[in-house]
């Protein structure tokens, strides 16, 4: 049954009349996937509670379209952002002034959600969204008096001098105490403590919730091609075979290239996934590499790797969040080559859990063809098959009832922030 309320807009009910909770997930997706899929992945939680919530995306990358949303749930995308390597930003492919399109996105993104009047706003990494496009959204959220807003946090940002530096020139601390009600940190506290390596502030301590890490088996996965590109039973090579993922595919250019160039054990496969944002033409070039190997297939984009991540014997990957759980979920031998630049986060990560014997690493200037194969032709981590038992990855499990407190929880007094 459908009630309209001219203040709020359109509102649906279940068969109690309950009006069913509005949930809405923020990403700025200026580089890779990662925010994307970290969302669709919330989503596909919280679509699974008794409440059955409604769910709304926004994103800044128009790849979202690309993929299968989980029944209850759609999207509004915007103009795209891209970062360089340097960490400057701009429009994608809109030939407009930054300026131009990041209020373009602001008006759109206040615009969405004053309509679709969400019970719980949560905005992954950026509180205040790509260049502080969000705002104007927070204070004309806030002033509502009914949206409770979570910050969604990856265990590492990058590292602690440049997240120091970053939260104090974005006043992030001052936007926390004022606009949010809860930060959800999505790790491991023994694996990387967020609050003590950055030094938050007591404040956003109060606020916190390590979850654990999340679990990616837990994302709902679309059944057939025309719900999104999938993996087709033919794309997956008879074992054993390497599996390599370059995220998005924005600056994994190397790292196919080394692959793609590497001899792989007798009687091995090897599988590339590009991912949709490498550009056109080193995909054509790596389709015609592999085209002259009968043991090496090249897929350009598929929106959910797992098919091939469980049955992989090996991974070699980038060390984006996303692709680390779904290592450690799958406990899969892993060689994470990470991304050093614009940021050390990916870095960091590897080290880390390198150091705990759940996977390897290799910095990006040791990548080579002859590297990649002595560490196929070596041991596994030591500790690679027991990952999802030794970390805290129940992360999807805690979502629901950290969901409930945040929408039990009553509204904060807000300071005047200056």
């Given amino acids: 049954m459908r009630q309209v309320n001219q203040s709020n807009g359109l509102h649906v009910h279940d068969q109690s009349g309950q009006r069913k909770p509005r949930i809405a997930l923020y990403s700025h997706d200026t580089q890779g996937l990662g925010h994307i899929r970290r969302n669709l992945l919330l989503a596909s939680v919280f679509r699974r509670m008794g409440t059955d919530p409604i769910v709304l995306m926004l994103s800044g990358a128009r790849e979202l379209g690309s993929f299968a949303l989980p029944p209850g749930v759609d999207c509004v995308t915007l103009p795209a952002l891209a970062k360089d390597v340097h960490g400057r930003y701009g429009s994608r492919s809109l030939e407009v002034s930054l300026d131009d399109v990041v209020d373009i996105r602001s008006r759109v993104f206040r615009a969405a959600l004053e309509s679709f009047a969400p019970d719980v706003f949560i905005v992954d990494k950026a509180p205040r969204g790509a260049l502080n496009e969000l705002d104007t959204v927070l204070r004309s959220l806030r002033d509502t008096g009914r949206t409770r807003m979570v910050l969604g946090l990856r265990e590492i940002l990058d590292d602690s001098e440049s997240v120091e530096r970053e939260w104090r020139e974005g006043a992030f601390e001052d936007v926390v105490r004022e606009y949010y009600d809860r930060v959800w940190i999505y790790g491991d506290q023994s694996v990387f403590d967020t609050l003590g390596e950055y030094g938050l502030s007591d404040e956003v301590r109060r606020k916190s919730r390590f979850t654990g890490y999340l679990d990616p088996r837990d ?167 027991d990952a999802a038992r030794r970390i805290d990855m129940r992360g999807t499990q805690r979502l629901p009832g950290l969901l409930r407190e945040v929408m039990d929880a009553r509204p904060e007094v807000r300071h005047a922030l200056a």
Avoid at 231 to 251: T, Y
Avoid at 283 to 288: A, D, L, P, Q, V
Avoid at 354 to 364: E, I, N, S, V
Wanted: hydrophobic share 40%; net charge neutral; charged share 25%.
């Fill in 219 to 385: 994302c709902w996965l679309p059944t057939t091609p025309r719900e999104a590109p999938i993996v087709q039973p033919e794309d997956i090579p008879p074992p054993p075979f390497v599996l390599c993922e370059v995220g998005g595919g924005q600056d994994g250019a190397p790292l196919a290239r080394a692959f793609l160039d590497t001899p792989l054990p007798r009687c091995w496969n090897g599988v590339l996934v590009t991912g949709p944002q490498m550009p056109i033409a080193q995909r054509e070039e790596f389709k015609r590499r592999a085209a002259g190997r009968t043991d090496m297939r090249v897929l350009e984009f598929v929106t959910d790797c797992r098919p091939l991540l469980e049955r992989a014997d090996r991974v070699i990957c980038m060390g984006g969040y996303n692709t680390v759980c779904e290592v450690m979920a799958y406990g899969k031998a892993a060689l994470v080559i990470p991304r050093t630049v614009p940021r050390t986060e990916q870095l960091i990560r590897a080290e880390r859990l390198a150091r705990m014997g759940f996977l390897d690493m290799l910095t990006p200037d040791c990548l080579s063809p002859a590297a990649l194969t002595a560490w196929l032709a070596g041991p596994e981590p030591a500790n690679a098959r």
